[in-house]
């Protein structure tokens, strides 16, 4: 169990240093830009809609469904080229878990959250210093989970080793990259209140 418990910590853990590392390597690039040389687009117009199917593994390395419905509902650009989209998406965690040294005991875990997100993407970026990032969007989110969790076998009479039904804080961290306008591909970092996890997918843009 400690073992499981530290993998959640090390995805929480990723997450943040995927964050920075992200924050030093275009820093450079963001201070030597001009505005004129260097001005693109954001990925996304106001109310522009993203519904993401992905799957992937949480809690003890099961697999899960982690789907979302994104709505984009703020966009600034700073300096006139710096573009920053915020969003509100209702994000939701599927996943079954069953002790492997114990015969028949698990849990059924449906999770549903609400969270705010924050996007950088690079749409239009020919005439940049980075070309190759033209396609990717970088985004994170954060907000309040409930948990609906049903427990099988000994874990209906004894203590589970997570807790039950509740609120919690999910956080994730991830990238998109555009394959066309309206699809992308995405990898995502997360964790949903007890546990982490990885998630990839598509992300369809509407």
């Known amino acids: 169990m400690q073992a499981v418990f530290f993998w959640g910590d090390k995805g929480m853990k990723s997450a943040k240093a ?17 505005a004129d040389d260097a001005a693109w687009d954001s990925a996304y117009d106001r109310w522009d ?18 789907p979302s419905i994104e709505l984009i509902a703020y966009n600034i650009k700073i300096d006139d080229y710096l573009p920053l989209d915020f969003g509100v998406s209702v994000r939701s965690l599927v996943t079954r878990y069953e002790n492997p040294e114990v015969a ?12 705010v997100t924050a996007h950088l993407s690079f749409d239009d970026l020919e005439l940049h210093a980075l070309p190759f ?15 609906f969790i049903t427990y099988a076998g000994l874990y209906n009479v004894t203590h589970p080793p997570i807790p039950s ?24 970092l997360f964790n949903w209140r007890f546990s982490s996890g990885l ?3 598509l992300t369809f843009k509407l």
């Not at 028949?104 to 969270?115: D, E, R, T």
């Open 199 to 201: 998630a990839v997918g």
């Open 165 to 188: 039904n509740g609120i919690g804080i999910t956080t994730a961290a991830g990238v998109r990259y555009f394959l066309f306008d309206w699809l992308a591909a995405n990898v995502e």
């Open 49 to 66: 809609v993203a519904v993401s199917l992905s799957g992937g593994v949480s809690y003890g390395l099961r697999l899960a469904a982690f």
């Open 104 to 115: 028949g005991a698990g849990w059924l875990q449906v999770g549903v959250g609400v969270s």
């Open 133 to 147: 990032m033209e396609n990717f969007d970088f985004y994170a989110a954060v907000g309040p989970a409930y948990d």
């Open 18 to 34: 995927v964050s920075v590392a992200l924050l030093l390597i275009l820093l450079p690039a963001l201070l030597n830009a001009q």
